[in-house]
């Protein structure tokens, strides 16, 4: 009974790592994001020098440019370009709209194109508007009471969701699908409530697709602002006549050449097993992309840096993976993950970061139960700087296609509460990326890269033994 | 040993409270603060209608009236006035300074007086400049360095620190003090880096004292913006004998009368059980108070409303208390715990807000271990809520002088990554509060007071026995 208990004891109480090494190791990458971090002024220049990066514009490639030249000055092992197609879609002029309540009474609504939409006709479109609280009310409503009408969908984020990811994860099939969808009963164009769950005046861009639509029966598609959205659906409870306009001009051009960013550091110990930081360079066109997601490449960048400068050598291969085209296409994600495959590469392990650069609250884990149960034992190093979740399932829409059963994938987790107010809007801008919340999440993303270069993950022959 | 093990699955898994209807409570508690919360209306007219409310100004006196009318509102059993005394300074024109390298060169450089200063002589004040890193320098220095010289207090606060208000305690000295202990060696002024971690151009003012000091040998003292101190330091190396000018009109003048705002809803089955939720309603003139402190404020009304709103009915005396002066006296502090004393009020629990409206982590604690273990058991009730931190020591200054043995003094811990950009300056204002993260406060807030007046706390008898 004795020796039980004793050894009950002694198996709770010794971790399986060695924590106290560990301990200062981390001390020491918070330590330098914190006093001398990178991340902010890689920031600066690619949100105020730059802008928004939209796949195959001249920002795009001049942000290839900057952050390759940026890593080659960190003096890693090696930096590269990895050439991908990538679609070109254009906004052209900005877009007009109005709510016309009687012939001559119009006010005025905030509007953007959603990227990938077809322009309207050149004079503008102008119909009636039904509104429908999502894809599943066409049915219900059938073609007659949509032919020739706009469809407004005006389903909101649910406010009461703390992890606003759901939230929008909800309601974000409308803005992807719903143009497809409404054409096929006969509409002539789509407009979307802002996935955003604050009333501003923001009009909120993001994907669209038509699917297997032919090219001539593909119909225009816009967000407006959420104030927008309530105008028009208060309007139309007092004025079901009332017409929406909207004007819009954009194209889809030809595909063009662009390039993921890779840099390394070539393991020391285990060259072959690479794990991966990264985040996607491309953003929307709106603001100037330094939440979504110049953030998570200037923090994937700081995690190479960090680990240099506290002196840790990695003993497997480090590789940090700027993503092109993660917005409208994932064309870079997949095409890392086409040449991974064909080179035969061993990834072991790829965190992206991709929720905005908020204070970091931990990670989301997508991994078999031995391999999250690892990373779960490592929580008390991270209690100190306050990060508390280790949650499974989910990581990055960039390195999802990674995804097999030898590799553990992680998304950093940040707090989401701010986050859509920016995202894919004018206001996504650098102003409002605070300083050493962005270093924060830097040094949380190099700590665990850290435990995982130093313990490995548990690898699938074992699991499966 | 079977038995044992039963025994002891059973005591792990069962949970000391009726986990499953708390689980309701809560959800009903956030999911009505998110929806159709009051917090963000009601800072809104404080920010924006009334503005900063220093002690004994117009704008505190509106506040005042504005949240008793308020509280009035929310149809509560009892709202009342408590009569204080508090110190009116007034800060008068709008200060000025700048650094001359030689005469006829000046750099301008922001500054403002610290609360309780004197003024500066008429025409301003010129002198030669002694940087310091702290009190502690003073007597190293001696009285023949600092005699007739302005004393530069530049020690920075540690960004090393996770909690912003742990390296914001290491430097508040250098504020409070500072003119104190440099008028004792000679120095005709002083200025003070502001407690900002962020190199900007604001500077934040807060309370100072003279001590015992005689009148006559005050000195001004006044807060300069950290890319101002950064620039002081650095020309100070290249030119020790630049000089600084400043000029301030601001004065004390005799106390006025002001009030707490109280309101309370009477406890149906120990009404004589006190439970205090409060905030401050005095602020500094800067800026208008968003953070420090209109969203404690707010977010304690909440708790009253979501509480009422949810359908719960507090079995002890819930008191919602917005003090006043807790930036430059704390009187009202001090008045409410005296009268409570004199009136022999039983209160058994303080929770406090006044760290900012940012996303809430959880609490900080001062109580008995069996309190602290008992609040830190509903751990797992906050969880869904990303509530982790149960922290031991600390609560808030208002509530301060009511500690004896048989309270429970609690603060609400909110992200502090942002706060001390925006203390006691100019951009403390509503634009800076995120109504989600306020809400989520208030939330938190109420629920802790519903689980605190459901199994009351352990009284000291209790702890003693």
Not at 446 to 460: E, F, Q
Request: hydrophobic content about 35%.
């Amino acid at each position: 009974m004795r020796t039980i208990l004793f050894l009950t004891i002694f198996l709770v109480s010794t971790p399986f790592f060695s924590q106290n090494e560990d301990e200062k190791q981390i001390k020491a990458i918070y330590d330098k994001a914190l006093t001398n971090g990178k991340a902010y002024d890689w920031l600066n220049h690619l949100s105020n020098q730059i802008g928004g990066r939209l796949s195959g514009s001249v920002q795009a490639q001049q942000a290839v440019d900057y952050t390759k030249a940026q890593l080659e000055l960190l003096g890693l092992d090696k930096v590269w370009l990895q050439p991908v197609m990538v679609p070109k879609w254009v906004r052209g002029i900005p877009e007009f709209a109005y709510l016309e309540t009687k012939p001559g009474l119009t006010t005025n609504v905030p509007i953007c194109a959603l990227g990938g939409s077809v322009a309207t006709p050149d004079g503008g479109l102008k119909a009636s508007v039904v509104e429908v609280q999502g894809i599943e009310d066409l049915e219900k409503l059938g073609k007659e009471a949509i032919q020739g009408k706009i469809v407004f969908y005006n389903r909101p984020m649910d406010p009461t969701k703390i992890n606003t990811f759901s939230a929008y994860a909800s309601c974000a099939d409308q803005r992807y699908s719903g143009a497809a969808e409404a054409s096929k009963y006969g509409a002539v164009g789509v407009i979307v409530r802002s996935l955003n769950l604050r009333l501003d005046d923001y009009p909120h861009t993001g994907s669209m697709a038509y699917g297997n639509i032919p090219v001539n029966q593909r119909i225009p598609a816009a967000a407006i602002s959420t104030k927008g959205a309530e105008l028009i659906s208060t309007t139309l409870k007092l004025n079901p006549d009332a017409k929406f306009y909207f004007k819009q001009n954009c194209k889809q051009l030809d595909d063009v050449m662009s390039y993921n960013v890779i840099g390394e550091i070539t393991g020391s110990t285990y060259p072959d097993e690479i794990m991966l930081v990264g985040g996607h360079l491309d953003s929307w066109d709106l603001g100037d992309g330094s939440h979504d997601d110049g953030a998570g490449c200037v923090q994937s960048m700081d995690v190479l840096r960090l680990l240099k400068e506290t002196g840790y050598k990695p003993k497997r291969t480090l590789r940090v993976v700027l993503f092109m085209n993660e917005e409208n296409g994932l064309r870079g994600g997949k095409e890392y993950a086409k040449v991974a495959q064909s080179k035969k590469e061993k990834h072991i392990f790829a965190l992206e970061s991709d929720s905005g650069g908020f204070t970091p609250r931990g990670f989301s884990i997508d991994a078999d139960p031995e391999n999250l149960k690892q990373i779960q034992g490592w929580r008390s190093l991270f209690e100190p700087y306050l990060i508390h979740l280790f949650q499974e399932g989910g990581s990055g829409a960039d390195i999802g296609p990674l995804k097999n059963d030898g590799i553990v994938l992680a998304g950093l987790r940040p707090d989401s509460q701010r986050y859509f107010d920016h995202h894919h809007a004018e206001n996504d801008t650098f102003e409002h990326v605070n300083k050493r919340e962005l270093e924060l999440g830097a040094a949380t993303m190099a700590s665990l890269v850290y435990l995982i270069d130093k313990y490995g993950t548990v690898p699938p022959t074992k699991i499966k033994g």
